[in-house]
């Protein structure tokens, strides 16, 4: 009878994901437990509403707080800086201690599929008889929504999960909107110092391919092998960004440091000033603060003549 009731559960919750995200009028509902969900390319089972939950993501975090289930995270990881107000430790995302997560007694836990070891630490943890969530970065703006809405379930707060996906709907759709006549610019999106870039393939491309912007990394050497090619000095040179953006200037790369790269004073982004220092994680996270970087571009495609 208990897994027909969770077999029945997991067919209404796929049904409900999907209508989210296509954008149909499906009305958000108190979640029954026990709960199964599919989510990370993994079945979970939850006993209860979870109050300890311990999110060990940064994007998942910030989403767990903008739907309203803050209350229910005890403790994050390290690079969870956001909201101000997360229980951040010093636990690792990247390589979790079982030891102290199995100590603080949580209820579930979300792990990032990109961590070290992450199906030996998610058996670790489910044969100790928690429940863990495993994500997996987005590709698409569908899949943001979908974690949305799958972390609205979970929590029982599909209705502040739903409303969170239409008002980034909302604002994406009409910053876009407004960057349309902007659509060829030339972009380069820095990951580090040594020119490792991000193609049209990533999560971070596609977001610049949604303003139509021409991303220089997506014609270099090595950029179909991992979508995070890493280009010389002379092709940057060459393929003459108009934008160049800066996702490490948290780590020190500024728009002077940049400018004074030998040779590249004559790269139209450096000669006009259009040398852009991203605020600190906003490229790198899918949460609710997506809006801000979709803002930060349009805002800077705002300023390019033409």
Do not use: C
């Not at 109050?51 to 998942?60: E, V």
């Not at 975090?61 to 229980?87: C, H, R, W, Y």
């Not at 969530?133 to 979970?154: F, K, R």
Request: proline share 5%.
């Amino acid at each position: 009878m208990l897994r027909t009731r969770f077999r029945l559960q997991a067919i209404a919750i796929s049904i409900f994901v999907f209508a989210t995200v296509l954008g149909s009028p499906a009305q958000a509902v108190e979640t029954k437990y026990p709960l199964s969900i599919k989510f990370g390319g993994y079945t979970t089972k939850i006993a209860k509403l979870p109050k300890r939950i311990i999110s060990l993501s940064p994007s998942a975090t910030e989403i767990f707080f903008a739907i309203g289930a803050g209350p229910q995270v005890m403790a994050v990881d390290n690079l969870s800086n956001f909201p101000t107000n997360a229980p951040i430790t010093e636990l690792s995302a990247y390589e979790p201690s079982i030891e102290a997560i199995v100590a603080m007694k949580p209820d579930l836990i979300l792990l990032s599929a990109t961590s070290s070891k992450a199906k030996e630490t998610r058996n670790a943890f489910t044969k100790l008889g928690i429940a863990v969530l495993m994500e997996d970065a987005p590709t698409t703006l569908s899949e943001v929504y979908a974690q949305n809405t799958v972390l609205g379930i979970v929590t029982n707060k599909q209705s502040k999960a739903l409303k969170l996906n239409g008002d980034m709907r909302r604002s994406i759709k009409a910053i876009i909107a407004k960057a349309k006549n902007k659509a060829g610019v030339r972009i380069f999106h820095e990951l580090d110092n040594t020119y490792y870039s991000a193609t049209s393939s990533t999560f971070i491309g596609k977001v610049y391919k949604d303003f139509g912007l021409i991303n220089i990394a997506d014609a270099a050497a090595g950029a179909d092998a991992s979508g995070y090619p890493q280009l010389t000095a002379e092709y940057l040179v060459k393929s003459d960004p108009q934008v160049i953006l800066l996702a490490d200037a948290q780590y020190g790369e500024s728009a002077a440091i940049v400018a004074a790269r030998a040779g590249w004073s004559g790269i139209s982004a450096v000669k006009n000033g259009k040398i852009v220092e991203l605020p600190a994680d906003i490229s790198s996270r899918w949460g609710p603060r997506l809006v801000d970087f979709y803002k930060t571009i349009g805002a800077v495609l705002g300023k390019i003549s033409g």
